[in-house]
C-alpha cells in the first residue's frame, strides 16, 4: 500500500511539472499569436509609420565576445522586422545611419545622454531609439527536483537592459531588465580551472534567445505611441518636416502643431522636453525623401523644432 501510495505522488508530482507546462506553454503561443492583432489594432496615427533606430548592442558584462556589436545587433533587428507593422526599423550599420547609432552621446558620468540623443533623433526623423546592453553573465547553483530525487545543479544567468527613447520628449518608453536562466553545461567558473575571459558557445545561444522576446516589447513600446514629426526649416508660409515620404504622409494631409520647446529638469539633473500646447496647422504639399514639405494654414508663428502629429 505504502508503495502504491508512493507511486502515486511520483506521477502526481511529474504531471505538475510536464503537464501543467505543456498547458501554460500551450496559452503562451494562442497569447503570443493574438497579442500582435490587439497591438496594431490600438496603435494611434493612422498608417503613418514610425521609424525606430537601433543603436549597436552593447557588451557590459565583463567577456569578450568576437564581434559582439555586429553579430546580436543585426539579429536583433532581424527580430524586429520579423515583429511586422508600420515600424521602419533602422540599422546603425546601413551607411545612410546617424552617427549617434553608431556610438551613442554619453553625459559626463558615463550614462546615455537622453537629452542629446532625442535632439539627434529629431534631427534624423527618427521617432525612438533603442538602446540594448548585454550586463552581466554569471554562475548560479540551485537544488532541484523533489524529496530523495533532489540534486544540486549549476545555472547561468543572462541579464540584458533594454532602453527605448522617445525624440518627442527624451523620456524612455521601455525599460526593461531582462534575466534569462539556464541550467549550464559548464559552469563559467569552477576550482580547478581558471576564470574564462570569452563566453562558451552555449551562452551566446541562450543570448540569441533572449532576443525574440526583447523585439516584442521593443514593438509594443514603440507602436503604441503616436507617430510625432519635426519641424527642420521655416520659409514664410512654408515649412519642411524631418520626416521623408516613407513616412506615408501625403499630399492633403492636415497636421497639428505643438510648442515642443520647453525644458524641464528631472532627478540627476537629467533633461526632457515637455510637450506643450497646439500652435497651429500646417497642410503637406510635396511629400519627398529628403523632407516633406507644408503650407502654413493657421496665423500663428511656427518655429523650427515644434512638433507635428496627424489631424484626427
Not at 7 to 13: E, G, K, T, V
Not at 85 to 92: A, D, F, K, T, V
Not at 201 to 224: C, G, K, W
Not at 258 to 264: A, K, P, T, V, Y
Request: with cysteine; glycine share 8%.
Amino acid at each position: 500500500m505504502k508503495r502504491f501510495l508512493g507511486l502515486c505522488l511520483f506521477l502526481a508530482s511529474l504531471w505538475t511539472m510536464t503537464g501543467c507546462g505543456m498547458v501554460h506553454e500551450s496559452y503562451q503561443a494562442v497569447a503570443e499569436k493574438s497579442h500582435q492583432v490587439m497591438r496594431w489594432y490600438e496603435a494611434p496615427g493612422g498608417n503613418l509609420g514610425k521609424t525606430v533606430g537601433v543603436a549597436y548592442l552593447r557588451n557590459q558584462s565583463g567577456y569578450l565576445v568576437p564581434d559582439f556589436e555586429s553579430t546580436y545587433t543585426t539579429e536583433l533587428i532581424e527580430r524586429l522586422r520579423a515583429e511586422g507593422g508600420e515600424l521602419r526599423i533602422l540599422s546603425p550599420q546601413d551607411p545612410a545611419a546617424p552617427e549617434m547609432l553608431r556610438r551613442v552621446p554619453l553625459n559626463p558620468n558615463g550614462g546615455i545622454d537622453n537629452f542629446d540623443l532625442a535632439l539627434k533623433a529629431r534631427q534624423n526623423a527618427i521617432n525612438a531609439v533603442v538602446v540594448a546592453t548585454l550586463i552581466d553573465v554569471r554562475d548560479r547553483r540551485q537544488e532541484k527536483g523533489l524529496w530523495w530525487f533532489k540534486d544540486v545543479y549549476d545555472y547561468i544567468d543572462v541579464t540584458l537592459d533594454i532602453e527605448v527613447y522617445d525624440s518627442e520628449t527624451a523620456a524612455k518608453l521601455l525599460d526593461e531588465r531582462l534575466i534569462h536562466s539556464f541550467e549550464a553545461d559548464m559552469p563559467l567558473h569552477s576550482s580547478n580551472q581558471p576564470a574564462s575571459q570569452t563566453l562558451p558557445a552555449q551562452v551566446l545561444e541562450e543570448l540569441s534567445s533572449i532576443l525574440p522576446r526583447a523585439a516584442r516589447m521593443i514593438a509594443d513600446a514603440a507602436v503604441v505611441h503616436p507617430w510625432v514629426g519635426f519641424i527642420r526649416e521655416v520659409s514664410q508660409r512654408r515649412v519642411i518636416l524631418s520626416a521623408g515620404a516613407d513616412s506615408g504622409l501625403q499630399a492633403g494631409d492636415v497636421l497639428e502643431v505643438f510648442d515642443n520647446s520647453r525644458i524641464i529638469q528631472g532627478a540627476n539633473e537629467i533633461h526632457y522636453f515637455v510637450p506643450g500646447l497646439k500652435i497651429g496647422e500646417i497642410e503637406v504639399t510635396a511629400p519627398s525623401a529628403g523632407g516633406v514639405e507644408a503650407r502654413i494654414l493657421s496665423d500663428g508663428p511656427i518655429w523650427v523644432g515644434c512638433s507635428v502629429k496627424l489631424k484626427e
